[in-house]
């Protein structure tokens, strides 16, 4: 059974910083990874969709990479800012159903 | 990005009592999707839709139920609403790639 761990469970850093927020599933058999930004008391913005064949992709200050057969994708904030202060969830498809597993989630603060 | 709405945002109501959450969306995906997720925790799929006539159950157990009438249409029913149902229901839809799009989200508390 695929299973999504996201690692940390919170983070806090100042404003300007760098930083990686990790996911790692359990089952390599992924047909796309996505991550998402939530937050509180909203739905989910769509930030970035990897296909299994893709190794990275980039939007503005964000870029997620996968790597497939060690089961981890990372998404990395370039220069963080307050407004950037919300929960990142990962979620995987495990095959073209479009049925998505999500991981527990990061919430990052970024304090001025 | 996909056009998706979800009425009402919040609902506070009684046991027993029947509900709708709705969601529509405006791009005409083919596939659309409910979630359910209590504070806190991680999001469940409880129905999907692949189009017109087409609802299946998701991996989480739901006693809600799903139609899928219009392809813009994908309604959320509750026969009888408990307090077990309190929870946040998130609706999604999908372009061909599966990249997903989600409503705001309607918030249920069931007193």
């Known amino acids: 059974k695929q299973e999504v761990t996201q690692i940390p469970a919170a983070l806090s850093v100042p404003e300007g910083e760098n930083l990686v927020l990790n996911c790692s599933f359990t089952?390599?058999?992924?047909?796309?990874l996505q991550w998402f930004r939530q937050d509180p008391g909203k739905g989910l913005t769509s930030l970035l969709l990897i296909q299994s064949s893709q190794r990275e992709q980039t939007s503005g200050r964000l870029n997620a990479s996968l790597d497939k057969s060690s089961g981890r994708s990372t998404l990395y904030i370039a220069a963080s800012q307050p407004g950037d202060s919300a929960t990142y969830l990962c979620?995987?498809?495990?095959?073209?159903?479009?049925?998505?597993?999500f991981g527990q989630g990061t919430t990052l603060q970024v304090k001025p | 990005e996909a056009d998706i709405y979800q009425t009402p945002r919040y609902l506070v109501i009684g046991t027993g009592k029947k509900i709708t959450l709705e969601c529509s969306q405006t791009?005409?995906?083919?596939?659309m999707y409910w979630y359910q997720q209590d504070p806190g925790m991680e999001l469940h799929l409880i129905h999907y839709s692949y189009g017109v006539n087409s609802t299946e159950k998701g991996d989480l157990s739901s006693e809600s139920t799903v139609s899928r009438i219009r392809t813009e249409h994908f309604p959320l029913t509750l026969e009888s609403a408990r307090p077990s149902h309190t929870s946040q229901y998130l609706c999604a839809s999908s372009v061909y790639t599966n990249e997903q799009f989600f409503g705001p989200g309607t918030r249920l508390t069931v007193l």
């Open positions: 791009m005409g995906h083919d596939k």
């Open positions: 979620a995987v498809e495990p095959g073209n159903t479009g049925k998505l597993i």
């Open positions: 089952d390599s058999a992924i047909y796309n």
